[in-house]
C-alpha cells in the first residue's frame, strides 16, 4: 500500500474530511486529494507530519497482509 492510500486510510478511520487534514497540515485540500490519488508524492517531512498527527503510536507501514516499507524512515 503506497503513502497516499494508507493515508486515506487512516483519515477515514478517524472520521475526518481532507479539508481537516488540510487544516491541520497547513497545506490545501486539493493537495490532500492529490497525495491520496496518487496524483503527487508527498515530501518525506510532510509524511513524518502526518504519521505524528495521526498514527496513534501504531506502525504506520502496517497492512493487512503484513508490514510494507514505503521508503519512509521514522
Known amino acids: 500500500?503506497?503513502?497516499g492510500?494508507?493515508?486515506k486510510e487512516i483519515r477515514k478511520s478517524?472520521?475526518?474530511?481532507q479539508a481537516d487534514v488540510a487544516k491541520d497540515m497547513l497545506t490545501s485540500?486539493?493537495?490532500?486529494s492529490?497525495?491520496?490519488?496518487?496524483q503527487e508524492t508527498a515530501?518525506?517531512?510532510?509524511q513524518k507530519m502526518f504519521w505524528l498527527l495521526y498514527a496513534d503510536g501504531?506502525?504506520?507501514?502496517?497492512?493487512?497482509?503484513?508490514?510494507?516499507?514505503?521508503?519512509?524512515?521514522?
Open 5 to 7: 492510500a494508507r493515508m
Open 43 to 46: 515530501t518525506p517531512r510532510f
Open 14 to 17: 478517524k472520521g475526518l474530511k
Open 58 to 74: 501504531a506502525d504506520p507501514l502496517e497492512t493487512e497482509g503484513g508490514n510494507e516499507k514505503d521508503g519512509i524512515h521514522l
Open 34 to 38: 492529490a497525495v491520496e490519488t496518487g
Open 29 to 32: 485540500q486539493s493537495y490532500i
Open 1 to 3: 500500500m503506497d503513502f
